[in-house]
Structures are given as C-alpha cells and as structure tokens.
C-alpha cells in the first residue's frame, strides 16, 4: 500500500533528462532576450551586499513565468 523508503536515504533521485520541444515560447523568449545589447541591460549596482544576479537570466525568468499573454 505504501511505498518503500529508508530513514538513512540522504539524496533526492530527480528525473532531469527531458527536452524542451524546439517550437516552445521558452526558446522565442531566450532569443530575445540573447539579442538585447548588454549595455542596455546592466545599471548600476550596489559596491555591497550579495552580488546581483546577471540581467539578462533575471528577465528570461520573468518573461517564462510571467508571459505577455497574462497580463491582458
């Protein structure tokens, strides 16, 4: 009834090994986003605290999760 399991396991088994078909809105966005010059991506950033996540990766995360389609 219940699936096996150990107290002593100590890693996670994950599946990673899949493909994002070629034709997904995932690849459209990473081509846009690639295309931006970078000059217009970075600002200034803070001399402390933890450094800032790199522009480009932050609105190709945005853009997946929050599509256009939404917002209207």
Do not use: C, W
Request: hydrophobic share 40%.
């Amino acid at each position: 009834m219940y699936q096996n399991y150990t107290t002593g396991q100590t890693a996670l088994v994950l599946n990673l090994d899949f493909t994002i078909p070629q034709n997904h809105l995932v690849h459209a966005i990473s081509q846009f986003v690639d295309s931006i010059p970078l000059a217009v991506l970075e600002g200034e950033s803070s001399a402390t605290g933890r450094p800032a996540y790199h522009p480009a990766r932050m609105l190709k995360i945005g853009s997946i999760l929050n599509p256009v389609d939404r917002l209207f």
